[in-house]
């Protein structure tokens, strides 16, 4: 088992700033492969909806349009960590932010930001942004 854990989350106003985090307390050795993490965000009554999903073993990182250029995902491997900076943030931005892992390469961007792809989960982080 794979126990995912964000924090970070918080309120603030438009063109504001936070950085997400997501620590993984891992169980199974199988999480210690190659893996796709990511952080995907939900308002009440809409699908979740891909933000940005990074490779642990390289290559580019993955956005969502509407987030590109303005958040940044990175991570730190050896303490199986992946960060989400939030640049400019506007009330759209307003979400419950969740990070999710699965142990495959992340693949095309569709199926980087698709929350079907993914087997572990957090429990998310409330982010709010006021005008």
């Known amino acids: 088992q794979v126990r995912l854990v964000e924090s970070g989350g918080g309120s603030v106003r438009a063109g504001g700033s936070l950085t997400l985090s997501c620590g993984a307390s891992?169980?199974?050795?199988?999480?210690?492969?190659?893996?796709?993490m990511a952080w995907f965000r939900q308002t009440p009554g809409k699908e979740r909806e891909g933000v940005a999903a990074?490779?642990?073993?390289?290559?580019?990182?993955f956005y969502a349009p509407s987030v590109k250029g303005r958040f940044t995902i990175s991570q730190d491997y050896a303490k199986n960590t992946v960060f989400l900076q939030m640049n400019s943030l506007q009330p759209e931005d307003t979400a419950m932010y969740y990070c999710?892992?699965?142990?495959?390469?992340?693949?095309?961007?569709?199926?980087?930001?698709?929350?079907?792809?993914?087997?572990?989960w957090g429990q998310g982080t409330q982010v709010t942004v006021s005008s």
């Open positions: 891992v169980v199974s050795d199988s999480f210690y492969s190659k893996r796709c």
């Open positions: 990074i490779y642990t073993h390289g290559g580019s990182p």
């Open positions: 999710a892992a699965d142990p495959r390469w992340c693949g095309t961007p569709d199926q980087a930001l698709d929350h079907n792809a993914y087997k572990y």
